[in-house]
Every structure is written in structure tokens, then in C-alpha cells.
């Protein structure tokens, strides 16, 4: 059941309903509700699979509860390792192992992977890495184990985050979901707002950029270098609005039941460093990457000093390709933004800022210059997410460098001018509100417009440009892949 | 060591390694509100107040530290 | 939380408005299915002889070529078991029918429109013929059964573009393969290319189809209704590439099924040499000027049929 579908409408209306009117006795019983709905949510995508989200809630509920029992080092770190290598181990079996398996993929760069005799588990990607940091933050003491399983399951299975994040921590979810919500009017409406926003992103944004993306990414060798790098503009923009639709539809939906979930995306075009990028790009995964991963990592290497803390960022990043799926295109993905960071580590820029949260509302042209170019950066990374082998990638690069760039465009099927300016115009729309709402919590938190005509008048503008310029012609979102 | 004497020598620490003299004392402050106080730079001011106070952190201690007061805490407790 | 589902239905009750509007103006839009539903409602009785079928009766036979009244009930994607709602609907007010004619492509017996990728049309047979072909809900309504920018274009097209949707004519026959496609699509690699698109891999409908014809040929038994099959013809290209198992299992039906009913008469078309290139559109459908060869010959069945032929 896709978010944006009557069926999941209908659904949530239900779920909301029942929510507020009968299950508002206590937490447990809007637990209990979640849960079922949850399940229930998981179950419509493939029924087997929801036996394993079951067994994952099971297993780790009970790993975490042991490893904070046991107070023997060897035992506890043993009991860690078990819940890492079962966790990993079937994450690896239903990502990794139809293609390692393969012996093309692993000897040749060229192969695009077959994986169509593998059905992925919805959200298996996030749900696990959520797990994964449970039980490591029980093993180092950040937090105690959960001993209500209603309340884990509820944490690991919740319906708007399962698909495609956010990867929430337990520290900041299970404490939300232990006491009772009460109706925060505030919060709901904020939460439509969010709902609404995320709406124009995907079905106005994201899938107007696919309509000329998807069919050039499919078929680069007909187009030249012209129209190739509009395409990768505009799928660039395809992937961010459409996760970012998709995070804003989820945190929204969350809000609905009094739910706080993490911030995932803030303005990240409008960064001027790598650094600052990935602080503003994934906010969740980048934080989970750089707990779990980067930070024991680089601490253990901290002996070599930068090299110790570049390898770790490379790695880091190579990690945040694999996670994407194992392919050379992600793996390149991750590799080349690892080796961004390389010339930041080396030539550190002076801060005249002490305190973070200053956001520079008057651009200049430096400024302006080092988005530009880190977009160019980023852009050139999209282009290997987007393909499906490392051959096609650079077929693809090569021919943007080529004399073909100075062709004229060829329009893919049922693209024209008049609907590749309306996209424009709707991408510069999107990131001019991006810019201006960067202080608040996301987009259309319109708290600061005093007249509430004004405020009515936007979300009418925005319900019509939706029902006008909205397209649903490629209505799956793209991250409920991994 | 005096408490003062670690201040001031984290603070070194810190506003060399974050290109920024204008980073001011306060022991309330998380490293999310100071500016570029992030995940890498982080590993290098954990790396440079060892060398600095020949001390030894393990990863445990560090993942519990709220505010620049409790990592002043944790060195005192080292030294 | 009054507060809130007000003001949540004050911002749904102009969409459920403008909703309900575009449904009521996407339903009046002139198509081939409500066109020939008015039709069969308007006119049954004067219906002597019913073509029933998918693309290879919508194009193959023309009504204007058959002396008799013969009205053209095909659809593309047709399956054999909306041929028999459509029938069993219609078949009570058509007092004077003697004829149906069914044209049996090598899919009949294995495409059900209902389990295939474009199972969004069945909304026309739910919306303009009233049957209930389906469980989906989706495919009771306009707006719910294609996403909102195909049903949008739809009404712009129609309402403000006055681009018409309606291809067929007055006895159903769609008229638009004038000519036939050029003739690299007809013979050659992309031939063989087309042919396996066209192949069917799910045999599981065999006997839920088959059990549909039968059911109409019986139900025409009981009322002195000949019906003939036939296998349409097909270019040499087709034949000679298709999958010769399908084909010559629905050969194989329809032959068994003449021989089980004596109201039936079977003709096998497929590599008859009348049919020539010039009168192909592609390589399995008929254009206009085949069509009229072929209804031309079913014509003369009807009009030589001898007294223990067909009743």
C-alpha cells in the first residue's frame, strides 16, 4: 500500500479514527492499535515477510534484555556479536547474497545485476539498522533495554516509518511511545502541513524530474551529451524529492498520532561543503553511519591521526553506498563522496562562527559559487546511483564531456519544453522555499505569516498545483527499494 | 591538575582544531550548538586532548559525555 | 480535536466537490463502450447476428458487409468471459437473433482482461455496460481507476481540445487500420519482435474460458442461435514465427467444440492465401479492406447456410 493512494487514505483515516475515539484509554491500548495496524500495513506489501519483521522484533527485544542482564564483558560482547551477525546476516541474505553469488558481479564491472528472483523485505535496510542500534546502545549503556515488547515492537514495526525511514533511535522513539499521547491540535495540523509538503515534492517535483529522467537513465545511448546532463539535473532532483516527499509524508503522518520523528533532509542543496551536505542529506542514516560505524572506527585508527580519520570517512562512506545495495555504481556512489572529504581534511577552512544554527540568509557570490559546485559534485554521484552498471556510468559521463553536449536536446517520450520549464520553475519554487524556511522545523511551518488567509491561500495554491501539474505516473517511491 | 588548567587547555585544543578563535567558554554547551563540531572533528580534538594530557579514552566514556563540563570531568579523572 | 476534523473537512469538501464533478464529466465522455452499451439497450431487437470478441473481431469484420443486421459488440482485449456478461445481459432483449459470430484469436483461451496488466480497462464494461466484471473496487470509478493526471488529460482533451474518443461506427466495426503498417513491421526481426510480446506464458484460464463459450453456445442452442467460430487470418510472418502449441491448441478447441455442439460451425482462416499482404494492417489483425474480405466470407455462410448446417 502506497502512501500516496486512495487505499492508504482510507486506511489511515481508519487508524486515526479508532486512534483518538476508541484506543485513547491508555498507551497500551494506542500501542496495541499501531501495532496491529502496523502489521497489518507490512502484511498488504507480502504476508511471509511480515513473519520475519516478527522474528526481528522478537530476537532483538530478547537479545537486549540479555545483553544488559549478563554483566560479564566476554558474555555481553559475545550475546553483541550474535545479534549483529544474525541481523547483518539476514540483511546480507536477502541483499547482498543473489548477487555476490553471481559470478558476474564479482568479476566484472560491466554486468548489471540480476536480481529479480529476490524479492527485498519492505524496509529490511532501515528496520535492521534501527535494530542494530538498539542493541548496541544497550551494550554500551546509553540506554536501558526495553521491557515492554508491545512498546519495542511498536518501535521497530510503526507503519509510517517502516517502509523507507526514518531510521529513528530508540533513545528519542521508545520514550515517546511508553506514555500516553494526548490530541496536540498544534502538532496535527503542523502535521498535515508536513503531509501536504511532502505531497507537492513527490507528485509534483520527483516525478515530473522522472518523467525526463527514467526514460534517458534507461536508454543514455540515444540521447546526447545535451540532454544527458539535463537528466541527471533532473534526476538528481528526482531522488531528493523524492525521499524527502517521502520523509516529510512519514514525519507528517507520525505527527498525526502525536509521534515526533527525526528530521531527515534540511535544505541540503544549500550547503557549501561535503561536511555540511551529508549533516543535511539522510540526516538519519549519515547519524547512524557516523555513531556505528565511522566513530569506533576512526577511533581505533585515531593513531594515524588525519589518515587514520580519512580511511574512516572513506570506508564510512563506501558503507553508505552497500547500504544502498551491493553494486559497483552504489559502491562508487560512496567511494566518490568519501574522497570529497579529502580535500577538506587537508585544507581546513577558518570558522568565524562560534555557534551552530546561523543560517546565512543573504547569499553572495562565493557562497553561491560553492553550492554551485558541490552541486556539480553530488550531480556527478547521481549519476552512478541512477545506472545500472559501472560501463553505463561512464558511457554516460563520457558522453556529457563529449562534442554531443553541444547538441541539440532530444526530448524523451512525452517530455516536451513547455513541461521541462514548468518542472524548472517548480524546482526553483521548491528551493526558494527550502532557503527561506531553513529556521524552521520543515517547509510549510508557516507560523511566521501572521494572516491565516495568507497562510490558507498556500495550501490551496499548493492542493491545486498537486491536482493540476501532479504526476502519478511513476508512483512508487524510489528508497522503499533498499 | 587544576580544573581551570584543563579549561583552558581544552579550549586550545578546540578552537585550533575548529579554525575558530572565537569559540568561548560555556560548560553547558553540547557539541551540536558549537560550530563544526561534528562526528570528524570530534576524533581529532579526542585524539589531540590525549596527546595533550597523556590520557587514554575508551569509546564507552566518550559515547556518555552531555557537555563540555562533563568532558572536562572525565579528563580530571584521568589525569 | 473538533477543531481539527472540522477544519479537515472544510479543506475536503471542495476536493470531494470537484471529485464528484469530474467523475460525473469523465462518465459522459463519448467512448467505443458506451457508445455500443447504448446501443445494445436502444436497438436489440433489430440485432440479427452478434460478432462477439477481442481486436481480431473489432477489426476483422465489418457489419456493413454482412446482409443481415449485424452489430459489431467487439472490444480490444476482449475475454471470452466479458463476452459472456455482455451476452448473457443482452442476449434476452435481442428477440431476433440468429447468428453469433466469434472470431477465436491463439489467446482467447489463455487472456482474461481481468488478471492482465491492463486490467484497469474492465472499468468500462463495469461503468458503461453495468456488469459486474470485477471485485476491484477501483474499476467502479473514473477517478479511481487511473491516476489523476491520465483521467486530467482526459478532460482536457475532450472538454477543452474537443478531441473525440469514439473510433467505431454506428455498427460497432472500428475503422482506423486504414492501411496496413509498413513492411518491416510485418516481416523481419521486428516482426519476430512483436510476436514474442505476443506470447503467452499463464495457461491457467483454459478452462474457465473455454467453459465461458460453451456456456453461450449452449445458451444459443436453447434458442436456435447458430454460432460460427473462426480462427481470423493472419500474415505468413505470424504463423510461421508464433508459438505453434497456442495456436494450434485454440484450433484444436474449436474444433472439438464443433464437433460437441451441432450449432456450431468452426472456420479456420489463419493461412488462408485470399488474405494477402495489402490486406494486413499488421500481422495478425486485418485493415479495412481485409476486413471487408473476410466479412464478405462469413456473409456467405450465413447466406448459403443450408437447414442442418447450423440449427
Known amino acids: 500500500m502506497n502512501f500516496i493512494s486512495p487505499g492508504f487514505a482510507l486506511f489511515l483515516s481508519i487508524v486515526f479514527l479508532l486512534y483518538w475515539f476508541v484506543f485513547k484509554k491508555n498507551a497500551r491500548s494506542q500501542n496495541i492499535l499501531l501495532l496491529v495496524a502496523s502489521l497489518f500495513f507490512y502484511s498488504l506489501f507480502n504476508f511471509l515477510f511480515s513473519g520475519l519483521l516478527i522474528f526481528s522484533i522478537l530476537f532483538n527485544f530478547y537479545i537486549g534484555k540479555l545483553i544488559e542482564n549478563t554483566r560479564k564483558r566476554t558474555a555481553r560482547k559475545w550475546l553483541l556479536a550474535s545479534g549483529l551477525i544474525v541481523n547483518l546476516g539476514i540483511l546480507f541474505c536477502f541483499k547482498y547474497f543473489n548477487l555476490f553469488s553471481s559470478l558476474s558481479f564479482v568479476n566484472n564491472f560491466n554486468s548489471i545485476p540480476q536480481a529479480e528472483n529476490i524479492v527485498l523485505p519492505l524496509g529490511i535496510s532501515f528496520y535492521t539498522f534501527q535494530v542494530l542500534g538498539y542493541i548496541t546502545d544497550v551494550y554500551n549503556d546509553e540506554i536501558n533495554s526495553c521491557n515492554d515488547l508491545l512498546i519495542f515492537s511498536t518501535y521497530v514495526a510503526y507503519f509510517p516509518k517502516i517502509a523507507s525511514g526514518p531510521i529513528e533511535s530508540a533513545k528519542k522513539f521508545l520514550p515517546q511511545v511508553a506514555v500516553k499521547r494526548n490530541f496536540d491540535y498544534a502538532l496535527a495540523t503542523d502535521g498535515m502541513r508536513q503531509i501536504l509538503w511532502g505531497l507537492f515534492t513527490k507528485i509534483v517535483v520527483a ?28 534526476y538528481l532532483f528526482q531522488v531528493y524529492c523524492d525521499f524527502s516527499g517521502y520523509s516529510n509524508i512519514a ?10 520523528l527525526s528530521r531527515n533532509f534540511n535544505a541540503p542543496f544549500f ?48 558503507a553508505v553506498g552497500l547500504w544502498h545495495g551491493a553494486e559497483w555504481t552504489f559502491i562508487v556512489f560512496g567511494l566518490l563522496h568519501g574522497i570529497y572529504f ?21 547569499f553572495n557570490l562565493a557562497r553561491f559559487s560553492k553550492m554551485f559546485g558541490l552541486f556539480l559534485l553530488i550531480m556527478l554521484t547521481c549519476i552512478f546511483f541512477g545506472s545500472r552498471s559501472l560501463a553505463e556510468s561512464f558511457g554516460f559521463i563520457n558522453k556529457i564531456f563529449s562534442d554531443s553536449l553541444f547538441s541539440s536536446m532530444v526530448w524523451p517520450p512525452f517530455t516536451s519544453v513547455f513541461r521541462t520549464f514548468i518542472t524548472v520553475l517548480f524546482i526553483v519554487i521548491l528551493l526558494a522555499t527550502e532557503g527561506m524556511q531553513r529556521p524552521q522545523s520543515h517547509e510549510l511551518q508557516l507560523a511566521d505569516i501572521k494572516s491565516p488567509y495568507l497562510r490558507r491561500t498556500i495550501y490551496i495554491a499548493i492542493i491545486l498545483v498537486i491536482l493540476l501539474f501532479g504526476s502519478v505516473m511513476h508512483i512508487n517511491f524510489l528508497y522503499s527499494r533498499f | 591538575m587544576e580544573k581551570n588548567a584543563i579549561v583552558e587547555k581544552t579550549l586550545i585544543i578546540i578552537r585550533q582544531v575548529l579554525k575558530n578563535e572565537k569559540i568561548e567558554w560555556n560548560g553547558e554547551l553540547t557539541a551540536e550548538e558549537i560550530n563544526g563540531w561534528d562526528s570528524l572533528s570530534h576524533m581529532i580534538i579526542i585524539t589531540e586532548l590525549e596527546n595533550e594530557f597523556k590520557i587514554k579514552f575508551k569509546l564507552k566514556e566518550l559515547n556518555k559525555l552531555d557537555n563540555l563540563d562533563s568532558l572536562i570531568t572525565l579528563i580530571q579523572s584521568k589525569v | 480535536m473538533k477543531l481539527f476534523i472540522k477544519k479537515i473537512i472544510l479543506y475536503l469538501l471542495p476536493l470531494l466537490a470537484m471529485s464528484a464533478i469530474s467523475e460525473y464529466l469523465l462518465r459522459i465522455i463519448p467512448n467505443d463502450y458506451n457508445k455500443k452499451a447504448t446501443i445494445f439497450r436502444r436497438d436489440p431487437e433489430k440485432i440479427k447476428a452478434l460478432i462477439l470478441g477481442s481486436s481480431y473481431g473489432l477489426y476483422d469484420l465489418n457489419p456493413d458487409y454482412f446482409k443481415q443486421y449485424t452489430f459489431n459488440g467487439c472490444e480490444a482485449l476482449q475475454s471470452l468471459d466479458l463476452d459472456k456478461k455482455i451476452f448473457d445481459k443482452y442476449q434476452g432483449r435481442m428477440t431476433n437473433l440468429e447468428y453469433v459470430i466469434m472470431p477465436i484469436s491463439f489467446a482467447s483461451f489463455f487472456f482474461k482482461l481481468e488478471t492482465s496488466k491492463e486490467n484497469h480497462l474492465v472499468k468500462n464494461y463495469c461503468l458503461y455496460y453495468n456488469l459486474h466484471a470485477t471485485n476491484d473496487p477501483t474499476n467502479y470509478f473514473e477517478l479511481l481507476n487511473q491516476p489523476f493526471s491520465v483521467n486530467r488529460k482526459r478532460l482536457v482533451d475532450y472538454y477543452i481540445n474537443h478531441i473525440q474518443d469514439v473510433k467505431i461506427t454506428d455498427r460497432g466495426f472500428d475503422s482506423t487500420y486504414n492501411t496496413r503498417q509498413t513492411n518491416r513491421q510485418l516481416v523481419g526481426p521486428t516482426a519476430s519482435f512483436a510476436i514474442k510480446q505476443l506470447n503467452i506464458t499463464d495457461f491457467s484460464k483454459y478452462k474457465e474460458l473455454r467453459r465461458c463459450l460453451e456456456d453461450i453456445i449452449v445458451k444459443c442452442k436453447a434458442r436456435n442461435i447458430g454460432v460460427i467460430l473462426l480462427t481470423p487470418p493472419a500474415y505468413k510472418t505470424f504463423y510461421s514465427l508464433a508459438d505453434t502449441a497456442e495456436l494450434n491448441s485454440s484450433i484444436r478447441t474449436c474444433q472439438s467444440i464443433q464437433q460437441d455442439f451441432s450449432n456450431v460451425k468452426y472456420f479456420n482462416f489463419l493461412e488462408d492465401t485470399d488474405f494477402t499482404i495489402d490486406d494486413f494492417f499488421d500481422l495478425s489483425h486485418l485493415n479495412k479492406v481485409g476486413a471487408k474480405k473476410l466479412s464478405e466470407k462469413i456473409n456467405a455462410v450465413i447466406e448459403n447456410n443450408n437447414s442442418d448446417l447450423l440449427k
Open chain 1, 207 to 234: 516525478n515530473n524530474c522522472a518523467s525526463f529522467a527514467q526514460p534517458v537513465f534507461e536508454n543514455h545511448d540515444h540521447y546526447p551529451g545535451s540532454t544527458l546532463l539535463l537528466a541527471s539535473f533532473f
Open chain 1, 251 to 260: 514525519i507528517g503522518i507520525s505527527k498525526l498520532f502525536g509521534i515526533q
Open chain 1, 271 to 318: 550547503s557549501t561543503s561535503i561536511r555540511e551536505y551529508w549533516q543535511k542529506w539522510h540526516i538519519t542514516l549519515t547519524s547512524w553511519m557516523m555513531k556505528y560505524v565511522f566513530t569506533p572506527l576512526s577511533f581505533s585508527l585515531r593513531r594515524f591521526k588525519k589518515a587514520g580519520t580519512l580511511i574512516s570517512i572513506i570506508i564510512t562512506f563506501v
Open chain 1, 342 to 362: 579529502i580535500p577538506l581534511m587537508l585544507f581546513p577552512k577558518k570558522n568565524n562562527d562560534p555557534l551552530s544554527h546561523k543560517q546565512t540568509f543573504f
